[in-house]
């Protein structure tokens, strides 16, 4: 069965700390994608990881992809309140479909 | 730049209702992507389609079918409609490796 499991689900942090979300994935896939979504709103595309060892960094965001544990990890560095929103990860296991994670819903509070 | 255009945005059906969402895009992507989300929950795929004439199954096909008879367009039909099926659907497009576009969504309520 495909499986995306992100944790944590929910994640409340003050401004200025630093956080990391986890993406385990059940395939052997080697492209994971971040998306973002604001309340009310659509996905936005964050990052596209498509190779072992692949990081990519925009502004306060950063993720990686190791494929050989089936981990991603999006770490967020000196949290802002406008980083409220929940991010979603997605394995594409056969170039064609997207498999989802549940998502973790960020709050990040003066 | 219009990207991808779901049709309506809105809708309220009364069950056993049939009905019809369109998804057009304009980047010549081969891929199209239909999606049902619900509250509190992540992108469930309901169908999609790696180009024109073709379309499968994702994780819940059921009570719903979809068409690709031009390529720009992606079409999600719900025959019969059900309470079950009250969420809100994106349509998204994609080429190959390259990151989904998302429409700005369907809401659908079924009474």
């Known amino acids: 069965e495909l499986k995306v499991e992100q944790n944590p689900l ?59 544990a089936r981990l ?23 170039g064609q479909n997207f498999v989802f994670g549940p998502g973790t819903r960020l709050s990040v509070l003066p | 730049n219009a990207g991808v255009t779901q049709t309506p945005k ?3 059906l009364k069950t056993g209702q049939s009905m019809t969402l369109l998804c057009a895009q304009d980047m010549n992507h081969e891929y199209m992507y239909w999606y049902r989300q619900d509250p509190g929950m992540g ?10 004439g073709t379309t499968a199954k994702g994780e819940v096909p059921d009570g719903y079918n979809v068409s690709r008879l031009k390529k720009q367009n992606f079409l999600l039909g719900l025959e019969s409609a059900a309470p079950s099926q009250t969420s809100v659907y994106f ?11 998302f429409g700005d969504g369907t809401r659908l309520s079924i009474l």
């Open chain 1, 10 to 68: 929910f994640l409340s942090m003050q401004e200025g700390k630093n956080y990391t979300i986890y993406c385990n994935y059940s395939t052997t896939s080697d492209r994971l994608y971040w998306y973002r979504q604001d309340p009310g709103k659509s996905l936005e595309s964050l990052f596209v990881l498509l190779s072992n060892g692949a990081v990519k960094q925009e502004g306060r965001l950063m993720a990686s992809l190791d494929t050989k």
């Open chain 1, 72 to 94: 991603s990890t999006l770490h967020i560095t000196a949290a802002v309140h406008d980083l409220s929103a929940t991010y979603f990860c997605a394995e594409s296991p056969y």
């Open chain 2, 10 to 12: 809105f809708r309220v």
């Open chain 2, 43 to 52: 992108l469930r795929l309901i169908h999609y389609s790696v180009g024109e």
């Open chain 2, 91 to 101: 349509c998204a497009s994609s080429s190959q490796v390259a990151p989904q576009h």
